[in-house]
């Protein structure tokens, strides 16, 4: 029996038919892997003939240690779970790409560092209560596994060509990859948050991705000098390799996911326009 079947039947419910002996079975397993000590596996031997009587109550008035507890359940497995189901719902050309990527079963949760962000802080929650108009278990799942998210403010542009207002208005956060909660080889799915107002400006990198925006109106524009086209949320956007594309975010925070189906690790550059000032001054209505 291992640890953590056996924390389980520590806490068998109270009252089934043999549950008391169940209870002692599973700290008898714990004693001999030297989790409990000899005084809180007398408690359980005193209790095993009586199904309806509850040993931590006998160990709170003897003053003894608690009953150990298995680990909460964590909140990343049911956000990939959640993010693996839309982003199957949906088509474009790299659909295949994606789907290859995604398995059902993401493997053993791995830690990750994380903290506080700022941008995530002022922004997260409004993009939230958008996605919860339309799809409240996906804004549910983000919401519960947030905090446990590495949410990163991306400084490999060069600030003066990527635009002050993108370098501190943006975070992005990976849930599948070389350094996510899940494991994957060249491989990402994460979110990517942005500000209202903000332009992220054209660029383009060798790693193939999709745009999946939970949030909308946006802007977008496929090369310097072409018409930026407003797109509502959920309509996906796959960018080629070396695709250039540029977002201008309306009024609702961005809130994305997205995947690089390969090359993850080439940096992406930016595509220098000669228009950027004049679109910083838009606004999406």
Known sequence: MDEAEAIRLLHAPLGQPGSGRVRYGAAMALWRAGLIGPEVLEVYRVASAHDK?????????LGLPPAPKGREPSALLPL????RAYLLT???????EVRAGLPADPGAEQAVAHGRNAVVDRWLGPALEAVAADKPDLATAIAGAAAGLDWVTYDAYPRDRIGAAFAAGHAFASILGEAAPFAARDFELGLFLIAPGVLYRDHHHPAPELYAPLTGPHGWRFGPGRPVVTKPAHQPIWNPPHQPHLTLVGPVPFLSLFVWTRDVNDPAHVIDADDWARLEGMRLG
């Open 53 to 61: 009587r509850d040993p931590c109550v006998a160990l709170a008035d």
């Open 90 to 96: 949906l088509n474009h050309p790299g659909a295949e």
């Open 80 to 83: 990939y779970a959640a993010a």
